[in-house]
């Protein structure tokens, strides 16, 4: 077809403006960090990428031969179950019965989502509104937020540095806002600042939950990476727990699995059925085969995440080693795949972290996260993701030492204990 031609017009150039939902979602503070980390890379620069957690080591082999398999296979092809196939739900029924004690009926109290992200964000839809509140912890994940602001809920962020004071700040919230809080995001191992709880954290929480008449969610995305022995708990062993909330969990983490989308929603039947809905209106399932391989990865694959937890631990000592020599104040975590640190002087009180991750970028070679990127409250740290192998570690550390100078005497302490 011929092109039409140019008719020059008086009219105003056409316009599209998305909706508030997407206008008041702030910039994207990475992006920065990204667009430097792309043309030094396309420069040739060899970048050292601590930016993301990411997880850069494979599943297990039989995994993958299991997905080969089960794609090979023409029934697995169609649109699958919203909600995930049973013999998935069944399995991380099984999975939480074995390691957290917590029985769960796979038909009402479990549902498969696109990865834990897709599903945290798509809960918040189903429970949030104009006019609600959720409190969320402080430095957050940013998720955590803009799936309450999407879902044109209000957002409080609390520090969640100690847990006792979170929760007294969730009470006094409660006692203070009207109309109360719906909603308390809870994420243990914490992103970004590794903070970890025990079993009688979550005991309050739903014995606040049911004292002012909030919904809990709680993020266990870090459920299966964790060191020196700490096993973090599950909010849904908790007695009570599921009257009052429901707990993410996800394979991307733990079993390397990042970009099979695989995650799971687990506990409070209602608030699985409203995800439901909504997720029955928005996808179609997982591709089937994903669900078939996540079904053995979790039956078979227990000593491989627990040997990932090592990897992650022995380069947990090593940066903490190499920074705490540098002058870095951080602490050892205890679980998850970071470490956030607290940048030395003169550089802490004159940069902001994301002039500070820049001048890394720019002059060590090493991409970070901007505490900022995680809210005011995470201001003068970066996060750095245990994702490149030991060597590259050193590296990093070797780089980033150039940058912020060598202090001789510090950093001998011994960490993990
Ligand atoms: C706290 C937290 N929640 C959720 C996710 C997303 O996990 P998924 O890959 O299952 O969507 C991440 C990933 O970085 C995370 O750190």
């Known amino acids: 077809m011929p092109n039409s031609p140019q008719i020059p017009s008086s009219e105003p150039p056409f316009q599209v403006q998305p909706a508030q939902r997407v206008t008041r979602l702030p910039p994207y503070l990475f992006g920065r960090i990204n667009a430097l980390l792309y043309n030094k890379r396309r420069a040739g620069d060899d970048m050292i990428d601590l930016g993301m957690g990411n997880p850069s080591d494979p599943p297990e082999d039989f995994v993958i031969d299991k997905l080969a398999e089960a794609a090979r296979d023409p029934r697995n092809h169609g649109y699958s179950k919203s909600s995930g196939i049973i013999n998935l739900r069944r399995e991380v029924c099984s999975k939480y019965f074995k390691r957290f004690g917590v029985r769960l009926d796979p038909d009402e109290e479990v549902i498969v989502c696109l990865g834990s992200k897709e599903g945290f964000s798509h809960m918040c839809l189903a429970m949030m509104g104009p006019g609600d509140t959720a409190i969320v912890p402080a430095p957050y994940f940013p998720i955590h937020v803009y799936s309450v602001a999407l879902a044109s809920g209000n957002v409080i962020a609390l520090e969640v540095g100690d847990g006792d004071k979170f929760l007294a700040n969730v009470a006094y919230t409660c006692e203070h806002l009207y109309p109360r809080p719906k909603l308390v995001i809870l994420n243990y191992p914490h992103n970004p600042s590794t903070v970890c709880v025990e079993q009688p954290f979550y005991d309050e929480v739903v ?44 394979m991307s983490k733990g079993y390397n699995m990042a970009g099979w989308r695989v995650g799971f929603c ?3 039947a209602e608030m699985v059925r409203a995800l439901g809905i909504i997720k029955g209106y928005y996808d179609y399932g997982l591709f089937q085969a994903i669900q078939i391989a996540a079904i053995v990865a979790l039956r078979h694959t227990d000593a491989a995440v627990e040997a990932q937890s090592r990897l992650y631990q022995a380069r947990r000592d090593l940066l903490l080693d190499g920074l705490r020599k540098q002058g870095w104040q951080v602490e050892a975590p205890r679980a998850g795949m970071f470490c956030w640190a607290k940048y030395p002087e003169p550089f802490a009180s004159t940069m902001t972290s994301l002039d500070f991750s820049m001048k890394l970028l720019e002059e060590a070679n090493v991409a970070v996260s901007p505490g900022s990127g995680f809210g005011p409250a995470g201001e003068g740290f970066v996060r750095m993701a245990l994702v490149e192998n030991e060597n590259r570690l050193r590296q990093a550390v070797r780089q980033m030492g150039r940058v912020v100078g060598e202090k001789s005497g510090k950093g001998s302490e011994k960490v993990g204990a």
């Open 207 to 250: 014995r606040l939950a049911k004292q002012y008449g909030f919904l809990v969610i709680s993020d266990f995305a870090y459920a299966d990476v964790a060191f020196d022995g700490y096993r973090p708990p599950s909010f849904l062993a908790s007695p009570g727990a599921i009257d009052v909330g429901v707990e993410f969990t996800t």
């Open 266 to 268: 687990c506990g409070n």
